[in-house]
């Protein structure tokens, strides 16, 4: 089945769609990608998103023009997509949407609220579409996320000691695969929620995030202001968890700033920037993490790398690309991989992962052109994500890649030695 993901996460900077080949061969999934295209919201549309997001209020014409704005803005990527990625044919859209409001009230979710009227898609694309995917999780007791759980854990699988995978984007997420345990998936905490607020505020706009962790690593931690950070009992709270931008914004950080002696615009955000790595570093200790799988916009930043890699000595850390999951689209893929599920009615949750009662089908349906016609349902859930490299190249599982990127690092190290005598 031909599948195309579609996502804007919590920096709402970009739709990102990914399309890939997907196939239930018994318990393993096949995964062909197509490709992935990343196309920035219009500036006025990004605008309301930031005028509309918490804590600002709004009104209910201002989430009907969100509403069917993102779904229109969601309905022209999907087109590319099945355009440029998929030779004009394809069999499911699966769309996300743009998170506007995570309800958590007392560490427990009430709703979840994802924009983009799917009804634009199916017009544009005359493709069926899987959206609205947190809600019916939340309605069997859930947080509606990290959703990424369950793809994390099918490419996880059979990788030696603990692995896990971590997403650096507006806010962090890990998935934790210990052996005979049942998967665990949850937010660490802020990745850029508070990183990209301070650089728009000390830049008034100018820039939108600290490129290349540039000014973080011209900066000195403020240990003042990483001590009250770090004191937020979101931290300390057991999994499952999660949190968004309700939480984490600009009006945070004044107040966490307004406790301390003012640091310098470039220690706060290298001490917003030690705050991921040692929020992260926690959570992975605190399960046992050997290995990470590391995806997102924040392994752009080499600040933010660094700081994670001096928080966690003895954690190889290697990026999902090595796995064959392209660092920015892994997010749209793993949303394919859950409408791919639906679709088959297979669940696409981790009870351990999301805190639910129980594994549910998730989503909403709307019909393409043609009369809704589902597959078969799938006699039994996969265990494992095999993904297929370039045309011609053989597929591969996690536990490959890993072999062979071991390899290539040993291989490298007898060159280093045998050059350097
Ligand atoms: N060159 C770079 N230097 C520093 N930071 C970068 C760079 N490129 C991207 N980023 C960071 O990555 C962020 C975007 O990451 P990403 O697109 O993964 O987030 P998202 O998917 O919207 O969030 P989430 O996963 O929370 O939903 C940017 O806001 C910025 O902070
Ligand atoms: C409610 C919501 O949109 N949550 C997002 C957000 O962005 C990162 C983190 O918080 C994660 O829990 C989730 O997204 C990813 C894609 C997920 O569900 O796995």
Redesign the pocket.
Known sequence: MRVIGL?S??SYDAVEAAAADLTLEGDVLLMRPLGHLSVPYADDLRNLIAATLPPATTTARAVCVLDNGIGQAFAGVASRALDELCGGAADLVVSHGQ?MY?WVDDGAVRG?L?LGQPAWIAEVTGVPVVSDL?SRDVAAGGQ??????MTDTLLLRGLPGVPAAL?L???A?ITVLAPGADPLAF?TGPANALLDAATEHFTGGAATYDEDGRRAAAGQTSPDLLKVLLDDPYYRRPAPK?T?KEHFHLPYLRRALSAVPTPAADDVLATLTRLTAVTVADACRAHGVTSLVVSGGGTRNPTLMRMITEELPGVALRPSDDLGLPSGAK?AL?FAVLGFLTVHGLPGTLPSGTGARRATLLGSITPGLAPLRLPEPAARPPRLLRIAGPAGRPTTTAVDAADRSARNRARTRDCARTSHG
């Open positions: 996502m996460g919590t998170t995570h979840t994802q947190r509606g996320a990290p959703l990424v759980g997403n984007g507006g806010i997420n937010d999660t968004g997010e793993a």
